[in-house]
């Protein structure tokens, strides 16, 4: 099982949902990096379970130990290895899934892979309780990046059927909604998407949507053609969070329906600097940023573990038989994943910088 990624800064993700503990070792982060760890901790409480009736309700502290790689606050230019422990399992709650697999999740798929040795239990190590440690890799790589005058932020863009505001694509506004409890720009629309979200969970079921996120400050000319571009290392790893099912940068699929007069960026000189007037390209040419802030939305599916029947077979007996899933389960998991797809995006564009 690989779970690692990275060229200069390399990532190794660790642990399963319901193990002693879960964690991450990030390898070759720049020596002499100041980390405020409060800002690390609040980072990662946005992410963090049990804080909504909206969320799973499966409550973990989520403090990260550090072991290794930090003095007095410091990055010393070892690894930096942290680990999370897991302490309110029910492992007894996924009993029924190890011969039933669950509809659209790993439980087959992974059994299959590693010969029924997978664990089950919360999902194991396909579980999204895996972000976490993602997320404070991401933390720790953001404030670096803003030494260096990068920023990084996302929002929910749509639930299900209800959308919110988009970035500006050529100017983006630092808009500090990661501090909200409902990461939105339009509050109007948020409520919306919380009525969508409870009434699924009322319903037994859930709900999927779409993060649109923003990286702005970062100079024209990172990056690479062909098969190392910024938007393939982004998509690489966007698409290691757990649910992620489409990505798309600028116009996007969007782009298909126009003409090229209609989708092209002319460019302009704006305060002495090459800009282009439009942004329909997401900041990326060729594989390379062009100096205009790099936009792309992640499209996240609906929970897979709802409340409802489903209908699944017995892998023993080869025999269809029905399945009722207990445990504890987010009705909608787009709310927490915003700041994993900043985090994400965090690590990426530092390894490329790098």
């Known amino acids: 099982m690989s779970s690692m990624t990275g060229n200069k800064i390399k990532i190794s993700v660790f642990g399963q949902s319901h193990s002693e503990g879960i964690g991450v070792v990030i390898d070759s982060l720049p020596a002499g990096k100041k980390i405020d760890l409060e800002k690390v901790y609040q980072f990662m ?29 410091v990055t010393c230019g070892v690894p930096l290895c942290a680990v999370i422990r897991n302490t309110n399992t029910r492992s007894a709650d996924y009993n029924n899934i190890a011969d039933t697999p669950r509809p659209s999740h790993a439980d087959f798929s992974g059994f299959m892979r590693y010969n029924g040795f997978n664990d089950v239990a ?3 190590h396909f579980s999204g309780r895996l972000t976490a440690p993602l ?4 933390a720790v790589c953001m404030q670096v990046l803003e030494e260096m005058g990068i920023k990084i ?3 929910i863009l749509r639930i299900k059927d209800v959308s919110d505001e988009s970035f500006n694509p050529v100017s983006v506004a630092e808009m500090n909604i990661g501090k909200k409890p409902f990461p939105v720009i339009n509050e109007k629309a ?7 979200i409870d009434k699924a969970r009322l319903d037994c079921n859930s ?8 990286v702005t400050g970062l100079r024209a000319g990172l990056g690479n053609p062909m098969f190392d571009g910024v938007e393939n290392m982004l998509a690489k790893n966007i698409f290691g969070i757990p649910a992620v099912k489409g990505i798309e940068f600028g116009n996007g699929f969007g782009a298909a329906g126009l003409f090229g007069s209609e989708n092209n960026d002319d460019f302009c000189i704006e305060n002495g600097e090459i800009k282009t007037v439009t942004n329909n390209s997401g900041g990326i040419n060729g594989g390379i940023t062009n100096g205009m802030p790099i936009i792309f939305r992640a499209a996240f599916k609906p929970t897979p573990s709802i409340y409802k029947e489903q209908n699944s077979v017995s892998i023993k007996d080869k025999t269809e038989k029905k399945l009722k899933i207990e445990g504890r389960h987010d009705p909608c998991i787009v709310p927490r994943a915003v700041p994993v797809v900043e985090a994400v995006t965090a690590f990426t564009i530092l390894d490329m910088i790098m």
Do not use: W, Y
Not at 135 to 138: L, P, Q, T, V
Not at 207 to 214: H, T
């Open 45 to 73: 409480e946005r992410r963090a379970p049990g804080r909504s009736i909206l969320s799973t309700q499966r409550k973990e502290a989520d403090k990260p130990e550090i072991l290794s790689g930090l003095v007095n606050g």
């Open 122 to 124: 919360g999902g194991g």
């Open 190 to 196: 948020g409520e919306k998407m919380r009525a969508e």
């Open 135 to 138: 997320c404070f890799a991401g």
């Open 153 to 155: 932020q996302a929002h």
């Open 207 to 214: 709900v999927g949507g779409i993060i649109e996120c923003a």
